[in-house]
T-cell receptor, first 115, second 112 residues
Framework: DQQVKQNSPSLSVQEGRISILNCDYT??????FLWYKKYPAEGPTFLIS?????DKNEDGRFTVFLNKSAKHLSLHIVPSQPGDSAVYFC??????????????FGQGTILTVHP | NAGVTQTPKFRILKIGQSMTLQCTQD?????MYWYRQDPGMGLKLIYY???????DKGEVPNGYNVSRSTTEDFPLRLELAAPSQTSVYFC???????????FGQGTRLTVV
């Protein structure tokens, strides 16, 4: 049972345009969501997060939107840059302190930004 | 600041062999995790620890063991390697206050 799903395996975008990566979840207990970025042969690095009490969080070029009723979140990158080309993972955790930070990951979306 | 360090980076094992994947962090984090990533899949939690001497199973613990004798170290042990354990293994750590986990660079393990 895939509790966090990223249905688009890949996304190709022109430099300067907007990249939108999507993520759906099924577990209503998830209350914290994170996006990680991963380059080849490296570990995932934290990008941005959002608590379930918010519907938007912004950090520079990166904005995450959360729609709790639809159990859907999205990551917007504006403007996209070639250095943004990487695999993006959506992750979720449940239960606040009792979850001990355990994360459930989506399958990842490969983003390619063309110059 | 080294963060989370994993060794080795690559390893080839024969079926039935055993090995220990090492993980150490220098951020004084209480929480540590082991994940595996199979091709085209997300990361799956193998084991986690909330402090020295305390470990618990994650989603896919079969075939693995862990220990946490110090805050810094969280080794992962494979006793009888099987081809199904061919994967990339990531160690991560997190403080009890923040929600962001820091990951190591990964260990690519092939069992033949």
């Amino acid at each position: 049972d895939q509790q966090v799903k990223q249905n688009s395996p890949s996304l190709s975008v022109q430099e300067g345009r907007i990249s939108i990566l999507n993520c759906d979840y099924t577990n209503s207990m998830f209350d914290y969501f994170l996006w990680y970025k991963k380059y080849p042969a490296e570990g995932p690095t934290f990008l941005i997060s959002i608590s379930s009490i918010k519907d938007k969080n912004e950090d520079g070029r990166f904005t995450v939107f959360l729609n709790k009723s639809a159990k859907h979140l999205s990551l917007h990158i504006v403007p996209s840059q070639p250095g943004d080309s990487a695999v993006y993972f959506c992750a979720a955790s449940a239960g606040g302190g009792t979850s001990y930070g355990k994360l459930t990951f989506g399958q990842g979306t490969i983003l390619t930004v063309h110059p | 600041n080294a963060g989370v360090t994993q060794t080795p980076k690559f390893r080839i094992l024969k079926i039935g062999q055993s090995m220990t994947l090492q993980c150490t962090q220098d951020m004084n984090h209480n929480y540590m995790y082991w994940y595996r990533q199979d091709p085209g899949m997300g990361l799956k939690l193998i084991y986690y620890s909330v402090g020295a001497g305390i470990t618990d199973k994650g989603e896919v613990p079969n075939g693995y063991n862990v220990s946490r004798s110090t805050t810094e170290d969280f080794p992962l042990r494979l006793e009888l390697a099987a081809p199904s354990q061919t994967s990339v293994y990531f160690c991560a750590s997190r403080s009890t206050r923040n929600t962001e986990a820091f990951f190591g660079q990964g260990t690519r393990l092939t069992v033949v």
